[in-house]
């Protein structure tokens, strides 16, 4: 016993009382007996965690299992009403908000445009989203665990300071704590790309096996990076920049600083972008019928749409966007041989025809032999997975069992 401090013992607490409640979450309905069997517990310590849950109102027993010869079980179930968690994707042209219940089911979503990128009217933005979402779920306040915000950029891990965020222009803004000053619960920031990843991995493949690489075409182009105990960050919490691999030698300007990165070429804003120049240039192209002559309202969906119309220009940057970001993909597959690449974002709305361009391009690049077993998969999660996986973050980082 001298060996552990209290501190140790409470954390040893709370974890067996978490895998007891992730247990209970991920069957539905789950007796002690096997609790214990699959959380590696003596039954005397699984009754005394789940007697607890069930004084809090956590968890509850919904009835009775088959009998093996004795009494029939109590079958246990979480409480779906107890706890609630937002998550909130920060996005360049919108910011979306769900709040997801304590069986991590979404019970409201809402979607509205970025007023403003600039920080206190974002932030402002944030808050009044968040109030009305919960206003709107009707429930009480203080069943609220937190908020997990998803933010495209560099993240400080565990202070959530917004490093670097290209797409805002934002420098060093400390996103987290400022944020805490309006909302009267736990505040969690994080990267988008990550957050993305989790709500995707969580609606399709919750316990991963193996690397899996997720990665976010949109407005801009980002991935993250899941190992089966989670997250990989990196050394310096900045893993998962793919959309900053140079692939043009003297390109396009990029955001981040540097010439010719994926996203300076590829991302949704790039695409649009080229759309703009060419046409200035006086190149034809349906797409001016689309943006009815005003050229700054060219947006990749209009380019999308004219390539698959046959119109040439539209075609020539969708293929040319299609192939470095198979390129970026070929190195990450040579690189980390993943169990599987989800493509998500907005990108992958255009449909088949530009996934099948890119997987094209990634066999082209990767190495003969290398990732042979790698899937390439579209996310199912839809526009709102970012905000999912923020709402899963907090539910994930936050211990809300050991409250009163």
């Avoid at 997987?359 to 082209?364: D, E, G, H, L, T």
């Avoid at 077993?373 to 839809?382: A, P």
């Amino acid at each position: 016993m001298d060996k552990f401090t209290k501190l140790d013992l409470n954390s040893i607490t709370s974890n067996n009382r978490m895998n007891i409640f992730n247990c209970i979450l991920e069957a539905k309905e789950i007796n002690r007996a096997v609790i214990a069997k699959k959380v590696g517990l003596s039954i005397p310590a699984v009754m005394s965690i789940t007697d607890d849950l069930i004084q809090k109102g956590i968890i509850y027993v919904i009835g009775k299992g088959k009998s093996s010869g004795g009494k029939r079980p109590e079958l246990l179930a979480v409480v779906p009403d107890r706890f609630f968690f937002v998550g909130v994707d920060v996005g360049r042209t919108s910011v979306r908000v769900v709040v997801m219940n304590n069986c991590r089911d979404v019970v409201y979503k809402v979607s509205k445009p970025t007023e403003s990128v600039e920080p206190d009217e974002l932030i402002n933005q944030i808050t009044e989203m968040t109030m009305e979402s919960i206003n709107e779920s009707k429930f009480p306040l203080d069943r609220v665990v937190g908020i997990g915000v998803a933010m495209p950029g560099l993240i400080e891990r565990g202070t959530g300071r917004v490093i670097f965020s290209p797409n805002f222009g934002w420098n060093n803004i400390a996103l987290q704590d400022e944020l805490k000053k309006h909302l009267p619960f736990n505040v969690l920031v994080e990267n988008a790309n990550r957050a993305l990843v989790i709500g995707e991995i969580k609606n399709t493949q919750p316990n991963p096996t193996s690397c899996i690489v997720g990665v976010n075409l949109g407005y801009g182009i980002g991935s993250a990076i899941v190992l089966p105990n989670g997250l990989y960050y990196g050394v310096s919490g900045t893993s998962g920049e793919i959309g900053h691999i140079i692939v043009e030698n003297h390109g396009s300007y990029c955001s981040c600083g540097n010439y010719g990165c994926i996203e300076s070429i590829a991302s949704g804003e790039a695409i649009a972008r080229e759309a703009r120049i060419a046409i200035a240039n006086k190149i034809q192209s349906s797409v001016l019928e689309k943006c009815e002559g005003d050229l700054k309202k060219i947006d990749a969906k209009m380019v999308f749409d004219a390539a698959k119309e046959g119109d040439h220009l539209a075609q020539s940057i969708v293929e040319k966007a299609a192939d470095y970001i198979g390129k970026g993909l070929a190195i990450t597959i040579n690189m980390l041989d993943p169990e599987q690449i989800i493509l998500c974002g907005g990108l992958t709305l255009s449909g088949d025809f530009f996934i099948d361009m890119i997987k094209k391009a990634v066999s082209k690049y990767q190495m003969r032999y290398a990732g042979g077993n790698v899937k390439i998969v579209v996310g199912k999660s839809g526009l709102y997975a970012t905000a999912i996986g923020g709402a899963w973050i907090v539910a994930n980082n936050i211990d809300f069992l050991s409250s009163n």
